[in-house]
């Protein structure tokens, strides 16, 4: 039987896939544990494009590496391969083909892993950190981006050692995502710049944040065109913004809200707010999912400006999240963020990767 197809009851609770009842608060919400995590916090999550006929992913960590999984349609986990950089993995993503992932290392450089070779090679180097990598497919051109805490946004065409392009920007990258002909990059400071792709990279617009602490993640929605027409952008305050870049009403259609945030509503008890670690949004679905310090992940649907679903509290903050090609797994890693210092680090504590069916539970309010 396939484990995530569309009409399984595969991890919404009952006895989970191994038969357990028990209250389990590192899996709380009772989901497939991936096999052979990371050895230290996990960055970033990737599943494989639509052009591979499996679904394959990537983690990259603290522990300097990055790792492959095939995940079967069974909920099976099969460990693939990893590949080690010199620092920790900050960030990692596929070409289309499937052929080649993409890490970004504290160690200044970006390498491309081919998968069928098993190979490694550096393709990029920056004077600091490389904070976000993306891959960017043009008709015209293909090239990964890279986005360093040097404060320059460089392009490669992943032959040679010299960017392409290299774009200043006013301060330190802390995240980005491209979807063509689009790129958004939130920096330190809380600086926003938005690019257009297209024959070649450039600034299209610098926007005044709508948040007012430190940006964390950031994720491009679509219209229903299917293309780029807006970005919600996550703070360290428990606020997430959906942003529209040319909205008919921008003083309506733009918003925030709070989450990731304790239930301490009345004013006698003081709120505990957590930062949102990673947005991603459900590729058919159009709705959202955020993940917390709080050891939480919810759903949402924007559009109804409504929240879909809240997970049960884990025993560790969630870092990093995604949704595979067609939006039936949602994966989500739980691991320290350091967000309380390093008092609250225990090393005895493992890390994990959990894979959930997100075929329903993402389906909006009311569908027109």
Same mark, same amino acid.
């Given at each position: 039987?396939s484990?995530f197809?569309?009409?399984?009851?595969?991890?919404? /609770?009952?006895?989970g896939?191994?038969g357990s009842?028990?209250?389990?608060?590192?899996?709380?919400?009772?989901d497939?544990e991936?096999?052979s995590? $990371?050895?230290?916090?996990?960055s970033?999550?990737?599943?494989?494009?639509?052009?591979?006929?499996?679904?394959?992913? #990537?983690? /990259?960590?603290? *522990?300097?590496?990055?790792r492959?999984?095939?995940?079967?349609?069974?909920?099976?986990?099969?460990?693939?391969a990893?590949?080690?950089?010199?620092?920790p993995?900050?960030?990692? +993503?596929?070409?289309d083909?499937?052929?080649k992932?993409?890490?970004? !290392?504290?160690?200044?450089?970006?390498?491309? &892993?081919?998968?069928?070779?098993?190979? *490694?090679?550096? #393709? *990029?180097?920056?004077?600091?950190?490389?904070?976000a990598?993306?891959?960017?497919?043009? $008709?015209?051109? @293909?090239?990964?981006m890279?986005?360093? &805490?040097?404060? %320059?946004?460089?392009?490669?065409? %992943?032959? !040679?050692?010299n960017?392409?392009m !290299?774009?200043?920007?006013?301060?330190?990258?802390?995240?980005?995502?491209?979807?063509? $002909?689009?790129?958004?990059?939130?920096?330190?400071?809380?600086?926003?710049?938005?690019?257009?792709?297209?024959?070649?990279?450039?600034e299209?617009?610098?926007?005044? @944040?709508?948040?007012?602490?430190?940006?964390?993640?950031?994720?491009?929605?679509k219209?229903?065109?299917?293309?780029?027409?807006?970005?919600?952008?996550?703070?360290?305050? /428990?606020r997430?913004?959906?942003h529209?870049?040319?909205?008919?009403?921008?003083?309506?259609?733009?918003?925030?809200?709070?989450?990731?945030r304790?239930?301490?509503?009345?004013?006698?008890? $003081?709120q505990?707010?957590y930062?949102?670690?990673?947005?991603?949004?459900h590729p058919?679905?159009?709705?959202?999912?955020?993940?917390?310090?709080?050891?939480?992940?919810?759903? &949402?649907?924007?559009?109804?400006?409504?929240?879909?679903?809240?997970?049960?509290?884990?025993d560790q903050?969630?870092?990093? +999240?995604?949704f595979?090609h067609?939006?039936?797994?949602f994966?989500?890693?739980?691991s320290y963020?350091?967000?309380?210092?390093?008092e609250?680090?225990?090393?005895?504590?493992k890390?994990?990767?959990?894979?959930r069916?997100?075929a329903?539970?993402?389906?909006?309010?009311?569908?027109?």
């Amino acid at each position: 039987m396939s484990l995530f197809g569309t009409n399984t009851g595969f991890g919404t /609770g009952g006895t989970g896939v191994f038969g357990s009842t028990t209250t389990d608060s590192h899996n709380p919400m009772k989901d497939v544990e991936v096999t052979s995590p $990371p050895d230290d916090s996990i960055s970033c999550l990737a599943f494989s494009p639509p052009t591979l006929p499996a679904n394959f992913l #990537i983690g /990259g960590s603290w *522990a300097n590496d990055v790792r492959c999984w095939e995940v079967q349609d069974n909920g099976q986990t099969v460990p693939k391969a990893q590949q080690m950089h010199t620092g920790p993995v900050l960030d990692a +993503c596929w070409s289309d083909d499937g052929s080649k992932v993409f890490t970004a !290392s504290c160690d200044k450089t970006a390498k491309m &892993w081919d998968l069928n070779s098993n190979q *490694a090679m550096q #393709i *990029a180097q920056h004077d600091g950190p490389i904070k976000a990598i993306h891959w960017i497919k043009a $008709p015209n051109y @293909s090239c990964i981006m890279t986005g360093s &805490w040097d404060k %320059t946004l460089k392009f490669w065409d %992943t032959r !040679s050692p010299n960017p392409m392009m !290299s774009l200043q920007m006013p301060e330190r990258c802390y995240c980005a995502d491209v979807v063509y $002909p689009m790129a958004v990059v939130a920096t330190a400071e809380r600086g926003l710049i938005v690019y257009q792709l297209e024959n070649q990279p450039s600034e299209f617009r610098r926007i005044d @944040s709508p948040l007012k602490h430190q940006h964390r993640c950031v994720a491009i929605f679509k219209d229903k065109q299917n293309k780029p027409t807006g970005f919600a952008l996550g703070s360290i305050e /428990g606020r997430v913004a959906i942003h529209y870049i040319n909205p008919p009403n921008p003083a309506k259609d733009n918003f925030t809200f709070k989450c990731h945030r304790s239930n301490g509503t009345n004013t006698t008890t $003081p709120q505990d707010i957590y930062a949102v670690n990673a947005i991603s949004f459900h590729p058919v679905h159009g709705t959202l999912a955020t993940v917390g310090s709080d050891g939480r992940f919810s759903f &949402w649907d924007k559009d109804a400006r409504t929240k879909l679903k809240t997970s049960e509290q884990l025993d560790q903050p969630i870092t990093a +999240c995604c949704f595979n090609h067609n939006g039936n797994i949602f994966a989500y890693a739980s691991s320290y963020d350091w967000s309380k210092g390093h008092e609250y680090y225990n090393p005895q504590k493992k890390n994990y990767i959990f894979l959930r069916n997100a075929a329903e539970e993402l389906k909006p309010r009311n569908k027109k």
